[in-house]
């Protein structure tokens, strides 16, 4: 059997054919897996920036003080809603207004930060269990309040930051 150049040329060309498909796709593969790594990393990035201006006092404070209202009229915020939504609204509603709580400050922080993961520009993950726990302990009672303010402005995103991480918390 003598050595067929032609054969061999055959099988060669479709050789390198073969590895080129497969160097083609494994760069690919690491490629895509890079650059998702880095797109994680960058998420992870973003959301922490939240949270450092989360701890800024245009922050801290209305939320600061929503929790010291809450916790110090509990029973009397306990006695409004079971009484039904009409009264706890009532009750949340004059509470803001007396305490002077920038709720809206609270409403603003966690609207950018659902937009920001809604973008996919933020870490879910990340950002649920830094603000979770807040917006879960915060948004029962303002729940009311925000409610109300739906209903009279005609905006049913109003509040839905505070809602979404509420929700995700649970």
Same mark, same amino acid.
């Given at each position: 059997m003598a050595f067929n150049i032609d054969q061999f040329d055959k099988y060669s060309r479709i050789l390198v054919g073969w590895i080129s498909i497969i160097a083609s796709l494994t760069g690919g593969f690491?490629?895509?897996?890079? &650059?998702?790594?880095?797109?994680?990393?960058?998420?992870?990035?973003?959301?922490?920036k939240y949270r450092e201006r989360f701890d800024l006092p245009r922050y801290v404070v209305p939320i600061k003080k929503i929790e010291e209202s809450l916790k110090t009229?509990?029973?009397?915020?306990?006695?409004?809603?079971?009484?039904g939504d009409?009264?706890?609204?009532?009750?949340?509603?004059?509470?803001?207004?007396?305490e002077k709580i920038d709720i809206d400050s609270v409403i603003d922080i966690y609207e950018e930060i659902y937009l920001c993961i809604e973008a996919r520009l933020c870490d879910r993950?990340?950002? %649920?269990?830094?603000?979770?726990?807040?917006?879960?302990?915060?948004y029962g009672p303002m729940g009311y309040y925000?409610?109300? %303010?739906?209903?009279?402005?005609?905006?049913?995103? &109003?509040?839905?930051?505070?809602?979404?991480?509420?929700?995700?918390?649970?």
């Open positions: 690491i490629a895509l897996n890079t &650059y998702l790594q880095s797109a994680e990393s960058e998420r992870a990035k973003e959301t922490l009229r509990e029973s009397e915020l306990t006695r409004a809603i079971e009484k009409e009264a706890a609204t009532r009750y949340v509603t004059g509470l803001i207004r007396d993950e990340i950002a %649920v269990r830094f603000f979770g726990k807040r917006a879960y302990e915060m925000i409610k109300d %303010v739906r209903e009279d402005a005609g905006d049913r995103r &109003y509040g839905r930051g505070l809602q979404y991480f509420f929700k995700e918390w649970r």
